[in-house]
């Protein structure tokens, strides 16, 4: 968390860094990275004097608000082929590209007796709905059908998959019992290698291809 703490503010100050006045910093952040990017605004807020806007989504939306004029000055991305087509478009600047975390994806549900240690839940099928974000859009989506298609269950579960706009809105679906399972992203479950709550799989990172999650500084910064 430590050099995560240090990269990500490191960029967002340097949107900030040419006026010795407060300021503000449009940040627009992969959803799945909500709740460190809190704390580390409120950092940010305490060390700078300047504050950080947070505007949360799913990477692919947050990359086409970008392109339509958006003001944001620092993307933090929930993969990293994102921010480089930013940059490659103009949109970022290619040389301010840094990895700040790596995502793990995470199958949860609220009830504590519900998801085994194995996953096998998925390879029983007994639920309604399995919640993931949109695959198109957000990386952890992605991320969770290429874990379905690895263990060969994608199709059998297909008509039982809810998409969520974001891997936030995933988790919600879960969260409110509209799923009584999901795949979602560790760090919103998860802290310090505790669950916070309900029971959940550690989907193992060999099924999935690496979730490199990259900050970039963007041209409006």
């Known amino acids: 968390m430590a050099l995560v703490r240090v990269t990500v503010l490191l960029l967002v100050a340097a949107v900030t860094s040419t006026?010795?006045?407060?300021?503000?910093?449009?940040?627009?952040?992969?959803?799945?990275?909500?709740?460190?990017?809190?704390?580390?605004?409120?950092?940010f807020e305490r060390e700078s004097g300047h504050r950080a806007i947070i505007s949360l989504g799913a990477t692919g939306q947050l990359a086409a608000q970008i392109r339509q004029g958006a003001p944001y000055g620092?993307?933090?991305?929930?993969?990293?082929a994102i921010p480089r087509k930013l940059a490659s478009e103009g949109y970022a600047l290619a040389e301010t590209q840094r990895t700040y975390?790596?995502?793990?994806?995470?199958?949860?549900?609220?009830?504590?007796?519900?998801?085994?240690?194995?996953?096998?839940?998925?390879?029983?099928?007994?639920?309604?709905?399995?919640a993931i974000a949109n695959p198109k859009l957000a990386p952890y989506?992605?991320?969770a059908t290429q874990t379905m298609s690895a263990l060969g269950l994608l199709d059998k579960l297909r008509s039982k998959i809810i998409?969520?706009?974001n891997i936030n809105q995933a988790f919600q679906f879960v969260a409110s019992g509209n799923?009584?399972?999901?795949?979602?992203?560790?760090?919103?479950?998860?802290?310090?290698?505790?669950?916070q709550s309900g029971s959940a799989w550690i989907v193992p990172a060999n099924l999935y291809e690496p979730i490199r999650q990259d900050v970039i500084l963007l041209a409006k910064g």
């Not at 407060?22 to 580390?40: D, I, Q, R, T, Y």
């Open 74 to 80: 620092v993307l933090l991305s929930a993969d990293a």
């Open 163 to 165: 998409e969520g706009a």
């Open 141 to 143: 989506g992605a991320a």
């Open 19 to 43: 006026s010795g006045l407060a300021g503000e910093v449009h940040v627009a952040v992969a959803a799945n990275f909500a709740a460190p990017m809190k704390s580390l605004a409120t950092a």
């Open 179 to 195: 799923a009584e399972l999901g795949f979602v992203a560790m760090s919103q479950v998860m802290q310090e290698a505790r669950l």
């Open 101 to 130: 975390a790596i995502g793990r994806l995470v199958l949860w549900s609220r009830d504590a007796n519900y998801v085994d240690a194995k996953g096998d839940v998925l390879r029983r099928g007994d639920f309604r709905r399995v």
